[in-house]
């Protein structure tokens, strides 16, 4: 697609025009087809067939599955074989499974229905005209991406029907061929079987025929209960490699005539460095070739070597005048821009019940109360540091990546080097975690350091250093919280105010400076003006404050500092009030049963209420958040050591649960993850350069830290939730409320162990 | 310089400055042993040296004294070590990168201690960092493997 082209539909579409609306999305088997070619037709073999652009069955009956979302850990290749597996009638040890090609034909569409800015529980007109809208721009924009928690809802309807249509095609072929009715067919273990005559045809024995069959027009999928593999913990389909040390890695990639290389950014963000005297760097053994990145992620230098430690070594001795910076240039100018923006700044109000000003207006002192929070920026810190393999060759690009967007790759790296995307190939390797990380400045310089050594792959490899210094950082965001209480103890006004920097408009900065940011961005005030509480006066406002730092997608995104902006203050509330923390939710929340039934779940599983033990305390979290309902209490015990974290206890409704195993590892991940952040992580700015580098000072939870969990997972809403991230912001709500509750004095600013030590 | 990999004599043509860690993925190919942080803190790049864990990215090949095991070597004649198999039944990856370095350090662990506690657990444990937090899961394979161990399979 052209540039042009892309902006002016991005342009139309992100206002929800009327026309877009009308259009909706196609229903019936088509809607997984079209408006995209399938791209397995490309590169068939002879005696293989294709029935969409999810399965592609050989004459050998090897059967492949594409899962065209990224495996980053969240075990999505498994689920996605999965929903083809139940309705082709095929065991999952029966199936290969490939990510397959980049291509538009894999949008992701519940993604952008969640950019629509309505809550999760809100099925009126709009809000569902709305989703319809936003989710058409991928089918339109053709955005491959895996991320939201969008995966597993996003195959649920596309996976099956490929699946359903496939089988379907495959009998009518076998039937034809054993001169039967489709209907006196079964199909068992990739065989259709003819029970009155004993006769059967494999899969792949019809799979050819089967192809030409003209595709249903509508489609039944298996009841519920039915199912044989869904709803049930499945084998991870990738574990066995996984516990070799397979290289299945991006940084596992091996080409014949490869060279290895790395990157040194500047660390002053944005901008080129004054100057740069890279002799002692060039003369290191083993270097071959020294390149500038000039891209609009950032500008430094590529280097490019013999192996990978002896571009290590030459990037640390490049030497530069990196120049100065002309954003807030250490942490306490960040917080000065974040204090001034919540004191004074214009504000969009995303959320406004009843009339807050009146509510404040005529509020008697002692029945107010008002606290700000704030959160530093964090790194994600994937275990797998950012990396690229690439490839320049007679003009075309070839691309070996851990890629969570991998049509945004093939575009941008593209365009880096002068290469048309239709000359870009992408092959999609596990990463090693994301969390929301993966972005393409890893494969923009990869495929510029390639065109440097034409003819060669480049295996480009960051420093953990690197990785830290120069990541698309959770943005530090400051919240103000101001409540009415009413003669019951409950609120009667909430009025809450977020300030932080847009990431929907940073990433554009880095991704299409071009394009102008597109309204008000979701995730300022996502988790935050979207809860499931009743409360007669409640207004929530973002404002979006530029702190020049790149900031990006870290795993929850906005819910992972608004929940603890909500949930603690709630529970100052509670305090101020008379009221339990959980009594306090319940009341609030009580025009919404699933929200109920995960915090009385938890409840019961903690036992919460029960008496503790001296030096021990409870806090507890709820969120709604990428379409879960979460509860969580966190246990803490105060040791001579400083803080143990005991337990945690997490309630999820996820709507339907598709395989039980990898939720509860999906929970516990997230939960872990965002303990890590709330107990000790922080990103500081010197210079307006990073301060932290490695493990030694941006640490993570570790084993030895590590809590008991206890999860439970319900079904009880309508609609099917995300639970990749579900997990994280509950985790540091409730572990701030229960070191709150521990020390009797209140934690309104992460990382905790700014001022308290863990054990 | 010659090590010994997995059983195989290797003849390595690097600088002896050069950590193992790169010298066995840039220059053997072995790529079991994953790169996380370069300066011992994340145990992503364990391998054992003379049956000892070490974290092959900060030790300077030539300094190499011992037979080298990385993970490539624990399957014996297609069978899983132990350690792999219960980390196989419990389903302990989620990204997998970390897992390598996880299962060298559990391996060395249970040939010193054949029935860890949880407290020996964290101790030998302690060192492999996990960004998508499988520690439960480390925990009750650990207990799984030494279970299998002691009965022998
Ligand atoms: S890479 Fe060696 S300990 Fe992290
Ligand atoms: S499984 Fe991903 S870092 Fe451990």
Redesign the interface.
């Known amino acids: 697609m052209t540039m042009s082209r892309l902006r002016k539909i991005t342009r139309r579409v992100f206002l929800i025009g009327a026309a877009t609306v009308a259009g909706g999305v196609a229903v019936g088997y088509w809607y997984v087809t079209r408006p995209y070619a399938n791209p397995l037709e490309e590169g068939l073999a002879e005696d293989e067939a294709t029935f969409n652009p999810y399965v592609k069955i050989g004459s050998d009956n090897t059967i492949t599955v594409i899962a065209p979302r990224a495996e980053m850990g969240q075990g999505i290749s498994t689920t996605l074989a999965a929903f083809v597996a139940e309705e082709l009638d095929v065991p999952l040890e029966l199936l290969t499974v490939e990510h397959g090609p980049a291509s538009s034909a894999y949008y992701n569409e519940i993604m952008m229905e969640e950019s629509a800015p309505f809550p999760w529980w809100d099925d009126g007109v709009l809000a569902s005209l709305a989703r319809g809208a936003f989710g058409t721009v991928a089918t339109v924009l053709g955005i491959q991406a895996t991320g939201g928690s969008t995966s597993t809802r996003d195959g649920f309807d596309r996976m099956r029907q490929a699946g359903a249509a496939a089988r379907h095609m495959l009998v009518e072929a076998a039937a034809k061929r054993l001169g039967v009715s489709a209907s006196e067919l079964r199909t068992k273990n990739a065989t259709v079987v003819h029970d009155a005559s004993g006769r059967s045809l494999t899969y792949g024995e019809v799979a050819l025929d089967a192809a030409k069959v003209k595709p249903p027009s509508t489609l039944r999928l298996k009841d519920r209960a039915d199912w044989k593999l869904l709803g049930k913990p499945q084998k991870r389909v990738d574990m066995l490699a996984k516990v070799t040390g397979a290289p299945i890695f991006g940084v596992d990639v091996l080409l014949p005539d490869m060279l290895f290389g790395t990157v040194k950014m500047n660390p002053v963000y944005w901008q080129k460095p004054r100057s740069a005297d890279l002799s002692k760097a060039e003369a290191v053994k083993g270097v071959v070739k020294i390149v500038p990145l000039e891209t609009t992620y950032g500008h430094g230098f590529g280097v490019i070597a013999e192996n990978t430690w002896a571009a290590f070594r030459a990037a640390e001795l490049i030497e530069a005048d990196w120049g100065t910076p002309d954003y807030p240039a250490d942490t306490a100018a960040v917080d000065k821009v974040l204090s001034d923006a919540i004191a004074s700044g214009a504000a969009t109000a995303m959320r406004d019940d009843g009339n807050v000003n009146a509510a404040f207006a005529d509020a008697p002192q002692d029945r107010v109360i008002e606290a700000d929070y704030s959160v530093p920026f964090l790194a994600h810190t994937c275990m797998e540091p950012q990396c690229a393999t690439a490839l320049f060759k007679d003009g075309r690009l070839e691309i070996w990546a851990p890629a969570q967007l991998p049509t945004l790759v093939e575009y941008l790296s593209g365009a880096a080097i002068g290469v048309e995307m239709k000359d870009v190939t992408t092959h999609t390797t596990s990463m090693g975690g994301s969390f929301g990380r993966r972005e393409v400045d890893a494969t923009i310089y990869a495929a510029i350091m390639a065109k440097a050594v034409e003819g060669r792959p480049v295996k480009a490899i960051w420093t953990r250093e690197e990785d830290v210094r120069h990541d698309t950082f959770r943005p530090a965001a400051r919240g103000r919280l101001r409540a009415r209480l009413g003669e019951d103890g409950l609120p009667t006004a909430l009025d809450i105010r977020v300030a932080v920097p847009s990431i929907f408009a940073n990433m554009m900065r880095r991704t299409f400076p071009s394009i102008s940011p597109l309204g008000a961005d979701v995730t300022v005030t996502q988790a935050l003006r979207d809860q499931p509480y009743a409360i007669p006066n409640y207004r929530v406002s973002g404002i979006e404050t530029d702190l020049g730092v790149p900031v990006g997608f870290w795993r929850s995104v906005g819910a992972s500092f608004n929940c603890f902006f909500h949930e603690c203050f709630l529970d100052e509330i509670a305090q101020q009030g008379g009221f339990d923390p959980i009594e306090l939710r319940r009341r609030l929340m009580k025009d919404f049963p699933a929200a109920l039934a995960v915090v009385d779940k938890v409840a019961e599983m903690a036992r919460w209420g029960e008496k503790l033990p001296q030096g021990t305390a409870k806090g507890f979290a709820f969120s709604l958040c990428f379409g879960s309902w979460v509860g969580e209490v966190v246990q803490v015990k105060d040791t001579p050591a400083g803080i143990r974290i005991e337990k945690v206890w997490i309630a999820a409704d996820v709507g339907t649960a598709i395989d039980p195993g990898i939720i509860e590892a999906q929970l516990t991940s997230g939960a872990v993850y965002g303990l890590s952040a709330a107990m000790g992580q922080e990103i500081t700015l010197s210079g307006g350069q990073v301060e932290q580098s490695n493990f030694h000072d941006f640490d993570a939870m570790r084993i030895n830290q590590c809590p008991d969990f206890e999860v439970a997972i319900l079904e009880n809403h309508h609609k099917m939730g995300g639970v990749g991230e579900s997990g994280t912001p509950c985790a540091i709500a409730a572990l701030a409320n229960a070191v709150s509750a521990l020390k009797g004095e209140r934690i309104r600013a992460l990382p905790i162990s700014k001022d308290l030590a863990f054990a | 310089m010659n090590l010994t990999i997995n059983g195989q004599a290797i003849e390595i043509d690097?600088?002896p400055d050069?950590?193992l860690l790169?010298a066995l993925?840039?220059?053997v190919?072995i790529?079991?042993?994953?790169?996380?942080?370069?300066?011992a803190?994340?145990g992503?790049c364990t391998v054992l040296v003379g049956g000892t864990p070490v974290r092959s990215c900060s030790l300077p090949v030539g300094l190499v004294e011992g037979a080298v095991t990385?993970?490539?070597g624990?399957?014996k004649g297609g069978v899983?070590s132990p350690v792999?198999q219960a980390?196989?039944d419990e389903?302990?990856?989620?990204?997998?990168?970390?897992?390598?370095g996880q299962?060298m350090s559990a391996h060395a662990l249970l040939e010193e201690i054949a029935d860890p506690t949880n407290e020996e657990?964290?101790?030998a444990?302690?060192?492999?960092?996990?960004?998508?937090?499988?520690?439960?899961?480390?925990?009750a394979a650990i207990k799984k493997a030494a279970a299998l161990k002691l009965a022998g399979k």
Not at chain 2, 31 to 39: E, V
Not at chain 2, 91 to 100: F, I, N
């Open positions: 690097a600088d050069m950590p790169w993925r840039d220059i190919g790529l079991g042993p994953k790169f996380g942080c370069g300066i803190a994340c992503a990385t993970i490539e624990l399957v899983l792999q980390w196989l389903q302990v990856p989620q990204c997998g990168y970390c897992q390598s299962i657990i964290d101790d444990m302690g060192g492999n960092m996990c960004r998508c937090g499988t520690y439960p899961r480390i925990r």
